[in-house]
Every structure is written in C-alpha cells, then in structure tokens.
C-alpha cells in the first residue's frame, strides 16, 4: 500500500512511519519541515502543512494515487480555560480537526474508485477530558466525532474511517507554549491512582477504535482520580 502520513517527523508519526516501511508499504512522510523528515524510514518525504489548502493540493498533485492516509500532524497547547487565550484555541483546532482538508481533498477520487483508508490519530482524551488540557481534548472530541460521521458517509463507497486513540507517549509531540492561568489563582492537585487500561473494541458505529495501552497508563492516573471529584471550591492554605 501507498500510505500518507502528516507529522511524521517525531515520535508516533515516525514510528508509524517506520513499522509501515518495515512490513513493506511505500510510505510518505510529511510535515511542516521537511528537514525535521531525513531520519524518517519513508520512501518519499515532503514539506507539507495540514492548515493551508494550497500546501495539500501541491503534495498530493507530487505523490499521486494512495491508498490510505494517516492524519497524525497535530499540536498541544495545555492551560485552564478560565483564561486560555481564544486565538490558541482557534490554532488548535485548525491544526488538530481540520485535517478534515486533507479527507476533502482524496475522498472524491477514493469514492469513485471504490477503496482507501483514513486513519485519524485521535487521543485517550478523545474519550475523557483532564484538566489543564480541556482545548487539546475538545480538538480530540471534535475529531472523533467528525470520523464516525465520514464513517457513515464513506463506509458503503469501500472508504474505511480508523481512530487510534494512544495514550501519553515519549518522546511525544514537539513542546509548545504552556498556558499558566491568573497568578491569583490557587491550584487544586489530584492524587495519583494507577489504572491502566489496553484494549481494543468496536464501537456501534462499525469503525475500528483502538485506545492506549502501557504507554497511555500516565493519563489514566489522572483520568480515573480527576473522575472521582465533583467540581467545588479549591481549598486555600490553612482551611479546615
């Protein structure tokens, strides 16, 4: 097969990238520097920028005919939303949900011949929200959500829609600015409590999803204890 993937210079779009190209698949590997891609197992390697139309259209026009492609490219920005600031929300979601344009770019042609796979890199937190990473998890929602949504569109023309839903992974994606909150508000901790999941199951809606597993154990700790807690005041120093 000759498979597509975004980010794919760091961490799980180069290890995709790699066990592709070792179970033999001619893959290409893309991201917004093509510099960061020389390490990267790929047959062909390309600068490719998920939020601009004009950047989609000149590699698929190069890489010609695939039969799947692998949207991973996505940013983090994590912070308490009291304050996060509206224009990194817009930024994540540009980047992290409208991979949509890439679909919309190969799907009219997939429809026609009748195959391809789209595989939408999801997260653990496309399923349950944490704090401080509420903008990141709404892009996950968003994203899984437009997928069972293409399932249903693009099933019955052979077009087959995958959420792979990881959990926290090193060396993860590239850093980017972390939101701190108002300096006059205290901060609430939560208690570690280890509950590790690693499963595969099939959803309603007949598309594979796949969750975290070892890997993902990290922000379940969190998940599982942050679930126990109904919102309420944060306690300051010295309360009884």
């Known amino acids: 097969m000759r498979i597509l993937i975004t980010g794919a210079a760091r961490a799980i779009g180069a ?30 390697r390309f600068a490719l920028d998920v939020t601009d139309v004009d950047s989609i259209t000149a590699v698929l026009d190069r ?3 695939l039969d799947a492609v692998v949207n991973n490219a996505a940013i983090n920005w994590s912070g308490p939303l009291e304050d996060f600031p509206v224009e990194g929300m817009r930024e994540l979601l540009d980047t992290n949900v409208l991979a949509l344009r890439l679909v919309q770019a190969i799907a009219p042609t997939w429809r026609e011949r009748g195959h391809g796979a789209i595989v ?6 496309g399923r349950v929200a944490t704090p401080l990473n509420g903008p990141y998890c709404a892009t996950k929602f968003a994203l899984e959500a437009l997928s069972e949504s293409m399932h249903y569109e693009l099933a019955h023309f052979g077009i087959r829609t995958v959420i792979v839903e990881p959990g926290y992974t090193a060396p993860g994606m590239k850093s980017w600015p972390r939101h701190l909150g108002p300096r006059s508000t205290p901060r609430c901790g939560f208690r570690s409590a280890r509950t590790p999941t690693s499963s595969s199951d099939k959803t309603a809606a007949g598309r594979h999803r796949v ?3 070892a890997a993902g154990d990290a922000r379940h700790h969190l998940v599982a204890e942050s679930a126990r807690h109904r919102p309420g005041p944060c306690p300051l120093p010295g309360d009884q």
Request: proline share 0%; no cysteine; charged share 20%.
């Open 15 to 44: 290890a995709t990238a790699g066990v592709l190209t070792a179970r033999g698949h001619e893959v290409v590997a893309t991201a917004r520097n093509a510099d960061l891609l020389s390490s990267v197992d790929a047959a062909e």
């Open 63 to 65: 890489v010609g005919e």
């Open 120 to 125: 939408n890199v999801s997260s653990v937190q």
């Open 211 to 213: 969750r975290g597993g």
